[in-house]
């Protein structure tokens, strides 16, 4: 039965070519924005991890209590050791050492003129392991002007921060702040270049600095305020981070010891836990709200055609076909209609999804200046689910709207119809 509707619908083109057609683009609408909505949500989540927090986070239980004020007398000691082992336990993350610290940096310029201003530094391991932290914080691409240090003397600086206090690549500055005593410490440094994020947090106080330079400076060797975890896939994955916090935190944290490695995972910040749930939330929410805008228009579609072709029906019926096999008939004729198109608007919706996700829409002129953490450049994500999302209203709002357009079938009168055909 199947073989021969579709040899109907392929000889009575008027019929089917027109709902094949607005199944397709309602489909493709539905795969196609589901993906790139999955992708915004995606890049900000990661986005967020490289530059602050990790997919997985180790510090200590002390530290966490204190963050705002960032006290490096409860850093994470011994951290080289501690990596080792994280890499063989977890190879499925790449781990890193980082170090957060306040201070006050003083500048004399060539006039005499003594400059000073509150920064944040952050040391990376740009050395050692510099490779991934310089691609991960995306620091080639972020050089406005000089270049990255090169020798362990050398610093980045926020270029708002720099336009403030008037300094410029090769100059030299003063770094105050207090080491892991809580006593006064300084050191001078060389500026190699100047950073531009364009959000206005990073920019207007953060510099960067080697990890171990930061370990020097503030007397912590060998030690860290958090070891960041990274999943190799580059996506964050909540039953992964889960399970590694669990096994972690049962072979390293001594809940007796505040300063023992505590691990958690991205979403059990407080902030970020209920970023991403409102982001996973709202991106459900559009995905729905498309899908049922969407349904209805097929729907309607479908009722539409069921009565185009009332007069149909009256010849089929005065030719002796039973009501229940043209009920059948359509039905069957909105299923296979509702298929080709899903197929067809799917591979369309996966196929933009793809070459989005592979260049994606440059937003950086749309983000400078703001103080949201987002990606230059927009990316789709493709996910299986967009294999099956579109079948939903292609094929089953197509089903709804001829089976009610149908029902007419079984309330037509022979007596009415005769006397509709004049017989």
Not at 92 to 119: A, M
Not at 184 to 194: D, I, L, Q, R
Not at 339 to 360: C, H
């Amino acid at each position: 039965m199947i073989k021969f509707i579709i040899k109907g619908l392929l000889r009575d083109k008027s019929r089917s070519k027109l709902q094949i057609f607005i199944v397709a683009m309602g489909v493709f609408l539905t795969v196609a924005i589901s993906g790139y909505l999955k992708g915004v949500t995606s890049d900000m989540m990661n986005e967020t991890a490289r530059l602050k927090s990790g997919h997985v986070r180790i510090t200590t239980k002390a530290y966490l209590e204190k963050e705002k004020n960032l006290p490096i007398n409860f850093s994470i000691c011994n951290y080289e050791n501690l990596v080792s082992e994280l890499k063989k336990d977890f190879p499925e993350f790449s781990w890193t050492g980082r170090t957060y610290f306040r201070g006050t940096i003083l500048y004399r310029n060539s006039s005499e003129n003594t400059k000073q201003g509150p920064f944040i530094g952050l040391g990376l391991e740009l050395n050692s392991n510099g490779g991934d932290e310089i691609k991960r914080l995306n620091l080639n691409k972020s050089i406005s002007k000089g270049k990255l240090p090169e020798v362990y003397n050398e610093i980045l600086i926020g270029e708002k921060f720099a336009n403030r206090i008037k300094i410029k690549p090769g100059d030299k500055l003063k770094f105050i702040t207090q080491n892991k005593d809580k006593l006064s410490v300084s050191k001078e440094f060389v500026v190699a270049g100047t950073i531009k994020y364009g959000v206005n947090t990073m920019d207007n106080a953060l510099i960067i600095l080697n990890q171990n330079e930061a370990a020097k400076l503030l007397e912590l060797e060998n030690c860290c305020t958090e070891i960041l975890g990274f999943l190799k896939s580059g996506f964050y994955d909540n039953d992964i981070c889960e399970k590694t916090q669990i096994n972690f935190n049962k072979k390293f944290h001594d809940t007796n010891n505040p300063q023992s490695p505590f691990m958690s995972k991205m979403k059990d910040d407080p902030e970020f836990g209920f970023y991403i749930e409102y982001m996973e939330s709202f991106t459900g929410l559009m995905s729905l709200i498309l899908i049922i805008i969407l349904s209805v228009v097929l729907w309607n579609a479908g009722l539409l055609s069921g009565l185009r072709r009332y007069n149909e029906f009256g010849v089929r019926l005065a030719m002796g076909e039973e009501k229940s096999q043209i009920f059948k008939t359509l039905i069957s004729e909105a299923f296979v209609i509702g298929i080709i198109g899903s197929v067809a608007g799917t591979i369309l919706g996966i196929g933009v999804t793809l070459i989005l996700q592979r260049y994606g829409i440059n937003i950086t002129g749309m983000m400078q200046g703001g103080t949201m953490i987002m990606p230059d450049v927009i990316r789709a994500k493709y996910t299986n689910e967009l294999l099956y999302i579109g079948f939903i209203p292609g094929v089953i709002a197509m089903l709804i709207g001829n089976a009610l357009s149908g029902t007419m079938i079984f309330h037509r009168r022979i007596s009415l119809l005769l006397k509709e055909l004049e017989i």
